[in-house]
T-cell receptor, first 112, second 114 residues
Framework: AQKVTQAQTEISVVEKEDVTLDCVYE???????LFWYKQPPSGELVFLIR??????QNEISGRYSWNFQKSTSSFNFTITASQVVDSAVYFC?????????FGAGTTVTVRA | SQTIHQWPATLVQPVGSPLSLECTVE??????LYWYRQAAGRGLQLLFY??????ISSEVPQNLSASRPQDRQFILSSKKLLLSDSGFYLC?????????????FGPGTRLTVT
């Protein structure tokens, strides 16, 4: 069975602070994919990143960065210099076939 | 480019009434299609997925059903709604074979059962 745990329910920061979202996963598969999605107040889920289990290179995209550590089964997401527009629910997800297993989500509130 | 549509955007229905939510995808062929439900303040639960016309897999036993009458059309239905069916329903698609695991979501339908 696959499981994704996002232990942080809510995080509140002041604008320009960095914020790191934790994601821990469980799977017995050797090949799998990890994802992060953003859900702004409008409700639509926005795809942010996909990482496969054989690629442990960290990735940076603008103010976003991801740290994949297979040894600890973690795929953490950092927003650098947060902005009010980053306020959203962020979901980590795991897949080894056509289906995604989502974590419960972390609500990020960035205050001006 | 690909787009995904869902309607209606919001819906208020009484308990016991029927339900039909529609999802269509444009700009791609033979996609995988998915229905998710998100209860208030909670994560996403996969309800159904489809890899082709008429092919539906159910993930959670419930009073909902899904159909795929056309390649890019996915419908979520119920004969009699329950209060517990309230939630935010999201349709998603993914492309085979290039990115079968990467899913793209529609704008969602917010359903309130009263």
């Amino acid at each position: 069975a696959q499981k994704v745990t996002q232990a942080q329910t809510e995080i509140s920061v002041v604008e320009k602070e960095d914020v790191t979202l934790d994601c821990v996963y469980e799977t017995r598969d050797t090949t799998y994919y990890l994802f992060w999605y953003k859900q702004p107040p409008s409700g639509e889920l926005v795809f942010l990143i996909r990482r496969n289990s054989f690629d442990e290179q960290n990735e940076i995209s603008g103010r976003y960065s991801w740290n994949f550590q297979k040894s600890t089964s973690s795929f953490n997401f950092t927003i650098t210099a947060s902005q009010v527009v980053d306020s959203a629910v962020y979901f980590c997800a795991l897949s080894n076939d056509y289906k995604l297993s989502f974590g419960a989500g972390t609500t990020v509130t960035v205050r001006a | 480019s690909q787009t995904i549509h869902q309607w209606p955007a919001t819906l208020v229905q009484p308990v016991g009434s029927p339900l039909s939510l529609e999802c269509t995808v444009e700009g791609t062929s033979n996609p995988n299609l998915y229905w998710y439900r998100q209860a208030a303040g909670r994560g996403l639960q996969l309800l159904f997925y489809s890899v082709g016309i008429g092919q539906i897999s159910s993930e959670v036993p419930q009073n909902l059903s899904a159909s795929r009458p056309q390649d890019r059309q996915f419908i979520l239905s119920s004969k009699k709604l329950l209060l517990s069916d309230s939630g935010f329903y999201l349709c998603a698609w993914s492309v085979r074979p290039l990115n079968p695991y990467e899913q793209y979501f529609g704008p969602g339908t917010r359903l309130t059962v009263t």
